[in-house]
């Protein structure tokens, strides 16, 4: 079905009149404009291509063919944003910046980018970055990083690759990106509303303002409108057009001209002064939101067909046209031209193979995963400081000590948070870090977890090791889309051609004592464990925190691993395991690394096996010991790794018995034991189970927690009733 701004444009280009007078190629287009007839003319082949992909996409949807019909029909001027940088300029875009990917592509010869769209319209597996698994503008030879349709969540990451520029430069590692390169990021006025956006522009502020080199420019493609939600007249302006430490830039996005002059004005302002910079495009959204967006339902026709005349196709054609670089029959031939050539490549790709198969779609993950379980460190014994090798150690002097080898065999390795440097953590886990190193390489953050993550994203697809850390665990879910919708993702929808390797520290769970509440308490991790791909690393003894936290950076640095290292606050300090001064919670630094996916096991107990971790370890061996007074005989087994499980040695020790109690320091529902149970029963174990976890409660302050939390007495009496069943 022909679309009415389709028609229009024939219509009002039909009755134009050609100009008398050709410019000379390099003469401006426009009195004032740095735009060139040439740079014009390249540029409206480029809003053309734009223009016939929308409406192809629609023509392969109504063919049952396309799957994706958001359009870039209205913002086709963000080409000229391409224009004004440079091909080696890392870029975030929008899902309506298709103009700007074209003339991305345009710029380096690439090969045919209205295929590689056309092949994203249909899920063909030849599509050149995520290969079937969507639609998305990346490509990594054109330094565009692929971003899905989640609102505003690649902003923190824009602002951790601008960040990165600078910071690699300091630390004498290689970037991905030129010493003096602009990051671009581009999003809807709709987008600019949410809280991520809000703190990422926050974020670049913040760091500006501390004279940090911040080279990051916001493109705003400000149509006005977010699916059916008008944006206030006004708005951005008002809200970011008289920020401090933000340059503001405007222009009404149908005025190619003017478009790109703002657009070079700000990329070289940012270039330059390697500050940030907010360019404000007035857009129009042409055809809807979508092919399946039935416009009228919230817009009266008047509304719509008003906003025909601000069409930048038409316009950048009428500028062509008024300035006799084309005649307006000239003008209809490179139109339909246009058409053909994108039509014909949609009735190719259409028969093109799509992925067929679980294990297709799974590849890039499946592939990260055989590396990751790879990249064990084998010996940690260089790294060892002279003297201390056969130290006892507690969790957090492991973890510390761990940390300041790492930093010395990794380079590129960072670590920041919230009061990890000058503070040395709020337990003391990151203390002398700092005074070791530099300011470049363990420094503090903004109290903001998406900025926190969002950095570490932005440097590890820049080149750099970053080791943030959450403060507690409970405000890991004030971010978890950073790591759900771009850590997780970026592989997937990359092929592997881009990763983002990280180890993102979090102090978590319960049994604090003298101070907790349910923010400095949490024992939820579910969120956690859906998200495909990522590692969930849980130590609780000491060499296996040091171990693990090893194998973790190796993962990150060799595979580009997304691990999330939970370290309980409870034997942060512990000494002691069964009774006071005992110190049997302590342990000597480990010689090698831990492989993802192992368990380890204590004691060869015949009668009973107790899965557990964390928390749950403890108290599981002080419980073991309290059964083998009463003659049960049992063995326990920390899991270690909650992601991947360690199924094979879950399986073997269950068998060693044939009874299993799963020991869960999380909740009853949601908890780490359902995880266990549902593996167990899948591979066929055939024995008696039983699972004790805590309840589904909030952690409340003080001793009321013990009431809610998984205790040893509860332990205690389900093992019994188990055995001895």
């Known amino acids: 079905m022909a679309e009415p701004i389709d028609d229009y444009f024939t219509a009002t280009i039909s009755a134009m009149a050609a100009a008398q007078r050709r410019p000379a190629d390099d003469e401006p287009i426009r009195a004032g404009s740095a735009l060139s007839a040439r740079a014009c003319l390249a540029l409206f082949d480029v809003a053309l291509g734009s223009r016939h992909l929308d409406l192809a996409a629609r023509y392969l949807r109504s063919r049952g063919k396309g799957y994706y019909t958001i359009g870039s029909s209205g913002h086709e001027s963000n080409c000229a944003v391409a224009a004004a940088l440079r091909p080696t300029d890392p870029a975030l875009l929008h899902y309506r910046s298709g103009a700007f990917?074209?003339?991305?592509?345009?710029?380096?010869?690439?090969?045919?980018?209205?295929?590689?769209?056309?092949?994203?319209?249909?899920?063909?597996?030849?599509?050149p970055i995520a290969g079937g698994r969507h639609k998305v503008f990346g490509r990594y030879d054109l330094h565009i990083i692929p971003q899905t349709s989640t609102i505003a969540s690649h902003l923190p990451r824009a602002v951790g690759v601008a960040f990165s520029i600078a910071r690699a430069k300091k630390l004498g590692v290689s970037c991905a990106w030129p010493d003096d390169a602009v990051t671009v990021c581009s999003f809807g006025d709709a987008s600019v509303n949410h809280s991520t956006a809000v703190g990422a522009i926050n974020t670049a502020l913040h760091s500006a303002y501390q004279g940090v080199p911040m080279p990051l420019l916001f493109v705003c493609e400000d149509n006005g409108i977010g699916i059916s939600v008008q944006t206030p007249s006004g708005w951005i302006e008002r809200t970011y057009g008289?920020?401090?430490?933000?340059?503001?830039?405007?222009?009404?996005?149908?005025?190619?001209?003017?478009?790109?002059?703002?657009?070079?004005?700000?990329?070289?302002?940012?270039?330059?002064?390697?500050?940030?910079?907010?360019?404000?495009?007035?857009?129009?959204?042409?055809?809807?939101?979508?092919?399946?967006?039935?416009?009228?339902?919230?817009?009266?026709?008047?509304?719509?067909?008003?906003?025909y005349a601000r069409d930048p196709v038409l316009c950048i054609a009428k500028l062509l046209i008024d300035t006799g670089v084309l005649t307006p029959a000239e003008t209809l031939d490179r139109y339909e031209a246009k058409r053909a050539n994108v039509i014909e490549l949609a009735d190719q790709i259409s028969e093109l193979a799509q992925l067929d198969s679980a294990h297709a779609v799974m590849e890039p993950l499946r592939t990260a995963s055989d590396a990751i379980r790879d990249a064990v460190p084998a010996s940690l014994v260089a790294s060892v400081k002279s003297g201390e090798t056969d130290a006892q150690i507690t969790v957090a002097t492991a973890i510390n000590r761990a940390l300041h080898d790492i930093l010395d065999r990794y380079p590129e390795a960072m670590i920041f948070g919230e009061d990890v440097a000058r503070k040395g953590g709020v337990y003391g886990v990151t203390r002398g870090l700092l005074a070791a190193t530099s300011s470049a390489r363990v420094f503090d953050t903004l109290l903001d977890e998406q900025a926190i993550l969002g950095l570490a994203l932005g440097a590890g697809v820049s080149g750099l090791l970053p080791i943030p850390e959450i403060q507690?665990?409970?405000?890991?879910?004030?971010?978890?889309?950073?790591?759900?919708?771009?850590?997780?993702?970026?592989?997937?929808?990359?092929?592997?051609?881009?990763?983002?390797?990280?180890?993102?520290?979090?102090?978590?769970?319960?049994?604090?004592?003298?101070?907790?509440?349910?923010?400095?308490?949490?024992?939820?991790?579910?969120?956690?464990?859906?998200?495909?791909?990522?590692?969930?690393?849980?130590?609780?003894?000491?060499?296996?925190?040091?171990?693990?936290?090893?194998?973790?950076?190796?993962?990150?640095?060799?595979?580009?691993?997304?691990?999330?290292?939970?370290?309980?606050?409870?034997?942060?300090?512990?000494?002691?395991?069964?009774?006071?001064?005992?110190?049997?919670?302590?342990?000597?630094?480990?010689?090698?690394?831990?492989?993802?996916?192992?368990?380890?096991?204590?004691?060869?107990?015949?009668?009973?096996?107790?899965?557990?971790?964390?928390?749950?370890?403890?108290?599981?061996?002080?419980?073991?010991?309290?059964?083998a007074s009463v003659g049960i005989d049992a063995r326990v087994v920390d899991l270690r790794w909650l992601a991947p499980l360690p199924v094979d040695d879950m399986l073997r020790e269950a068998d060693a018995t044939g009874r299993v109690l799963i020991v869960d320091e999380t909740r009853e529902t949601g908890?780490?034991?359902?995880?266990?149970?549902?593996?167990?029963?899948?591979?066929?174990?055939a024995g008696r189970l039983d699972r004790v976890a805590s309840n589904d409660s909030f952690i409340p302050l003080g001793d009321a927690a013990l009431h809610v939390l998984l205790s040893e007495d509860t332990i205690e009496a389900a093992a019994i009733k188990l055995a001895r069943s």
């Not at 480990?590 to 380890?600: H, I, L, N, T």
């Not at 908890?671 to 174990?685: I, Y």
Request: glycine share 10%.
């Open 472 to 627: 507690y665990l409970a405000y890991f879910h004030n971010a978890a889309d950073q790591i759900r919708g771009e850590a997780a993702t970026l592989q997937f929808f990359s092929n592997r051609q881009y990763r983002n390797p990280m180890v993102v520290r979090i102090a978590a769970y319960g049994y604090q004592k003298g101070f907790g509440g349910h923010f400095h308490n949490d024992n939820s991790i579910a969120a956690m464990r859906d998200i495909p791909g990522v590692v969930i690393a849980s130590p609780a003894r000491p060499d296996d925190a040091a171990a693990m936290l090893h194998t973790c950076a190796a993962a990150a640095a060799q595979a580009g691993a997304v691990c999330l290292f939970l370290e309980p606050i409870a034997l942060y300090h512990t000494r002691d395991l069964h009774e006071d001064s005992d110190d049997g919670w302590l342990a000597r630094y480990p010689e090698s690394g831990v492989a993802v996916g192992r368990a380890r096991t204590y004691g060869e107990g015949r009668d009973l096996t107790m899965l557990t971790f964390g928390n749950g370890l403890r108290m599981s061996l002080r419980v073991a010991r309290r059964l």
């Open 671 to 685: 908890g780490v034991g359902e995880g266990v149970l549902a593996t167990l029963g899948k591979h066929g174990f």
């Open 101 to 127: 990917y074209l003339a991305r592509a345009a710029l380096v010869e690439s090969r045919d980018a209205l295929r590689d769209v056309l092949l994203g319209c249909v899920a063909a597996t030849d599509e």
């Open 242 to 307: 008289g920020r401090d430490d933000l340059a503001y830039f405007a222009a009404d996005g149908s005025d190619l001209a003017a478009t790109f002059d703002a657009a070079t004005a700000a990329a070289e302002w940012v270039r330059n002064r390697r500050r940030p910079a907010f360019l404000h495009l007035r857009t129009v959204r042409l055809m809807g939101h979508a092919g399946s967006d039935y416009e009228p339902a919230y817009r009266r026709p008047e509304e719509i067909t008003a906003d």
